[in-house]
Nanobody
Framework: QVQLAESGGGQVQPGGSLTLSCKAS?????????MGWYRQTPGNQRELVAT????????LYADFVKGRFAISRDLTQNTISLRMNGLQPEDTALYYC??????????WGQGARVTVSS
């Protein structure tokens, strides 16, 4: 069973930047047709931030990203990343890496906490 491990979370001031990474324990093109970043705050449902198809590299962003975030993949490292610029307090959340296999369902990492505060 493939596992996902996030890294790169932390605390940053408003307007700052962070990069999250998610490394899979196996080939992301073999296990998943799509991967993405999702975030969740207490009392709310997990919401999509950005996704990327593993073979084609096609990307999709949530409207609230507004050009501030960029998702990418590294097939040699079986990793996806999320570069986040212009972070605001409302971006504070637990960010999850998800992998979607063609058979349905999803695999999730343990989450990386992002705190935006002055």
């Amino acid at each position: 069973q493939v596992q996902l491990a996030e890294s790169g979370g932390g605390q940053v001031q408003p307007g700052g930047s962070l990069t999250l990474s998610c490394k899979a324990s196996g080939s992301i093109t073999f296990f998943f047709y799509k991967m993405g970043w999702y975030r969740q705050t207490p009392g709310n449902q997990r919401e999509l931030v950005a996704t990327i198809t593993t073979n084609e590299g096609n990307v999709l962003y949530a409207d609230f990203v507004k050009g501030r975030f960029a998702i990418s993949r590294d097939l040699t490292q079986n990793t996806i990343s999320l570069r986040m610029n212009g972070l605001q307090p409302e971006d504070t959340a637990l960010y999850y890496c998800g992998g979607m296999p063609t058979t349905g369902g999803a695999f999730w990492g343990q989450g990386a906490r992002v705190t935006v505060s002055s």
